[in-house]
């Protein structure tokens, strides 16, 4: 034991194993494999004898069975623990590859990040490529590398080049990580897909960006974005599940394109959002689910559009809306399901074109608003099916046309609706079929018109008072 312990003590190299244990655990070793050769010997020898003694007439145990049979056992045990072994080793090569593989991609997030730092747009532009390259990689860290190109995004940033907050090539950078992020999103199934993560745009500015085709499954935010210029196309983009928040939002300039996409599920937000001159388009939109929010926005200029969409389910939300200027178009639109809001909307100078509209099923709500100024424009519509509701409300400024309108099915409500002032008419409109109610309608001022309107059919629900003239 002297002799093991001063072994121990002794100076040894830098690369010198120590194996002073193996003197202590090879002999344990072979006694416990000794003493487990004893105790299987005999018992397998006693299992022979047993054997043996049933048999008549009765025959010796054969010490050479009982060997081979000790041995194989002992062999197959072995091989058990060798295998233990070598499966134990194998987990360890792995988690330390592992480590590896992490120490790696962490190594290549610390250079993506310091390049996306740079003063120069053409090694920035390098940090985005190879952030993006680092999320497919990463897929635990995916999120955390798609974060930090949304903040990137978020940074100040000033696209006029005059000013002295703009940066050479800062734009090209910016629409780099938009595109990047527009690639991930258009085959959802793929392992490299970045449907099911989440982007903050919160107080971004955009000055131009294409979302074409890109699929939203989950939370994206826009809130408090402007929207100063150039181009944002979601065209063709698919809304099937989670929340765009467009909350706060600033459409100052420029085009907000959803041409030709489809709203089957989750919510679109343009709450509070201001829009003075800009051009956001739904034209030929799908709305089959979910909900579109444009609750108490501002309408003071530019135009919201959804020439041709159709609308067979979901909800379109503009309660509580100011219209003081701009255009809001639902022209040639398929209104076949779903409900369109207009709640409490105040319409004091915007124009709202519903020309050749299909009302075949849904609802339009107009309940409570207020015309006091601007134009809502139903030239031409087919009311087939469904429901337009302007209960209770005051009319006492501006326009509500309904020229050659076809009424041949569906109601339009103006039950209790107050016409103190503005025009209302149904010249040229035929009713064929249908209803419209007037009942509780209160005509102090204004004007409703239904000069050359031709009555085949339907109702007409005056209620207990003069109808108005022309009528």
């Known amino acids: 034991m002297a002799l093991l312990l001063r072994r121990r003590q002794a100076p040894r190299g830098r690369y010198t194993p120590n194996l002073w244990s193996v003197w202590i655990v090879a002999p344990v070793a072979l006694v416990v494999v000794g003493t ?15 054997a043996a003694r049933s048999q008549k007439p009765r025959k ?30 194998q987990l360890l090569s792995e988690g330390d590859a592992h480590r590896a593989d992490a ?53 100040p940033y000033e696209p006029d080049p005059t000013t002295p907050g703009h940066k050479q090539g800062e734009r090209e950078v910016r629409q780099t990580i938009i595109r990047v992020i527009r690639d991930h999103l258009q085959q959802p199934d793929t392992p490299a897909s970045w449907c099911s993560c989440s982007f903050d745009f919160t107080g971004a500015t955009f000055d131009g960006g294409d979302f074409t085709g890109s699929h939203f499954r989950c939370t994206t935010s826009f809130r ?31 085009t907000v394109s959803f041409y030709g996409a489809e709203f089957s599920g989750g919510t679109v937000s343009f709450y509070d959002a201001e829009f003075s001159g800009s051009t956001v388009r739904f034209d030929y939109a799908e709305f089959s689910g979910g909900t579109i929010q444009f609750d108490d926005a501002m309408f003071s200029g530019g135009t919201v559009s959804f020439y ?24 040639r639109a398929d209104f076949s399901g779903g409900t369109v809001s207009f709640y409490g909307a105040e319409f004091s100078g915007s124009t709202v074109r519903l020309e050749r509209a299909k009302f075949s099923g849904g609802t339009v709500h107009f309940n409570q608003a207020r015309f006091n100024g601007g134009t809502v ?4 519509a087919r009311f087939s099916g469904g429901t337009v509701r302007f209960e209770d409300a005051a009319f006492s400024g501006g326009t509500v046309r309904f020229p050659g309108v076809r009424f041949n099915g569906g109601t339009v409500h103006f039950e209790r609706a107050l016409f103190s002032g503005g025009t209302v008419r149904f ?33 007409i629900v005056w209620g207990p008072f003069s109808q108005p003239a022309g009528a």
């Not at 730092?117 to 860290?141: F, K, N, P, S, T």
């Not at 419209?436 to 031709?454: H, I, L, M, N, Y």
Request: net charge negative.
């Open 103 to 155: 120490d790696q991609l962490a190594g290549r997030y610390t250079t993506a990040a310091e390049q996306l730092g740079h003063d120069q747009a053409a090694v920035r532009l390098a940090g985005v490529y190879a952030l993006a390259r680092l999320a497919d990689d990463w897929q635990e860290q995916r999120q955390v590398c798609i974060d930090v190109l949304c903040a990137y995004l978020r940074m």
């Open 60 to 89: 010796p145990v054969n010490i050479n069975d009982v060997i081979k049979t000790t041995v194989t056992i002992l062999t197959l045990v072995g091989a058990v623990l060798a295998g233990i072994y070598a499966y134990r080793k």
């Open 377 to 380: 424009r139903f030239d031409g």
């Open 36 to 50: 487990l050769a004893f105790g299987l010997y005999h018992g397998v020898y006693g299992l022979l004898a047993d």
């Open 224 to 254: 408090g974005a402007t929207f100063s210029g150039g181009t944002v196309h979601f065209d063709d983009a698919t809304f099937s599940g989670g929340t765009i928040q467009f909350d706060d939002a600033r459409f100052s300039g420029g």
């Open 308 to 331: 041709g969409a159709m609308f067979s389910g979901g909800t379109v939300d503009f309660g509580g809306a100011d219209f003081s200027g701009g255009t809001v178009r639902f022209s």
């Open 427 to 459: 010249d040229g409109a035929r009713f064929s079929g249908g209803t419209v109610d007037f009942d509780g309608a209160d005509f102090s001022g204004g004007t409703v018109t239904f000069e050359r309107a031709r009555f085949s059919g339907g109702t």
